[in-house]
T-cell receptor, first 112, second 115 residues
């Protein structure tokens, strides 16, 4: 789900299937990563975060994987539901007080 | 426990007017961040403030834009002499501790339309 040009890439999944949303981050010094979900007309909503001393973290139905070697982050959503339809952004920062840098987002569309 | 509050939710201004956007952080949060989002794009950092201090304004245009977070009251993002290119959604986030050490929680945003 990497950004191409000015249009958000879209991932379409069948309800009940698992979703995987990918993100390539830019700064090798980044050590804190967050996934946000943004529904139409709303602000970003925190989903899950991970620090660079981990390579996997699980939440409720969501898992974040971090591969520092290739600067890659992924969000896995189990048993995707219609309510998961939204734009998903990864964000990165460095604990030395640098601002959050957001990726361009992936639109997840769940087919009922 | 109320989340981050922003008002107004929608703001329409004519070119040359001033826009004032307000943000009240979550209770107990003393760090505020402002971001701008254009349609179909990610959020772009503008400014990071603590009470009465601007910590990082590297993402904010040098002219026409200013931000404050007074000791009492909400944080204000002010845009003077607005132009059509200022039309965007402006989001505020807050955290307990500073960037990189604590999660930022976002408000619902203010959608600015410049006619």
């Amino acid at each position: 789900g990497e950004s191409v040009g000015l249009h958000l890439p879209t991932l379409s999944v069948q309800e009940g299937d698992n979703s995987i949303i990918n993100c390539a981050y830019s700064n090798s010094a980044s050590d804190y990563f967050i996934w946000y979900k943004q529904e139409s007309g709303k602000g970003p909503q925190f989903i899950i975060d991970i620090r660079s001393n981990m390579d996997k973290r699980q939440g409720q139905r969501v898992t974040v994987l971090l591969n520092k070697t290739v600067k890659h982050l992924s969000l896995q959503i189990a048993a995707t539901q219609p309510g998961d339809s939204a734009v998903y952004f990864c964000a990165e920062t460095h604990s030395g007080n640098t601002p959050l840098v957001f990726g361009k987002g992936t639109r997840l569309s769940v087919i009922a | 426990n109320a989340g981050v509050m922003q008002n107004p939710r929608h703001l329409v201004r004519r070119r040359g007017q001033e826009a004032r956007l307000r943000c009240s952080p979550m209770k107990g949060h003393s760090h505020v961040y402002w971001y701008r989002q254009l349609p179909e794009e990610g959020l772009k950092f503008m400014v990071y403030l603590q009470k009465e201090n601007i910590i990082d304004e590297s993402g904010m245009p040098k002219e026409r834009f200013s931000a404050e977070f007074p000791k009492e009251g909400p944080s204000i993002l002010r845009i003077q002499q607005v132009v059509r290119g200022d039309s965007a959604a402006y989001f505020c986030a807050s955290s307990i501790a500073g960037v990189g050490t604590d999660t930022q929680y976002f408000g619902p945003g203010t959608r600015l339309t410049v006619l």
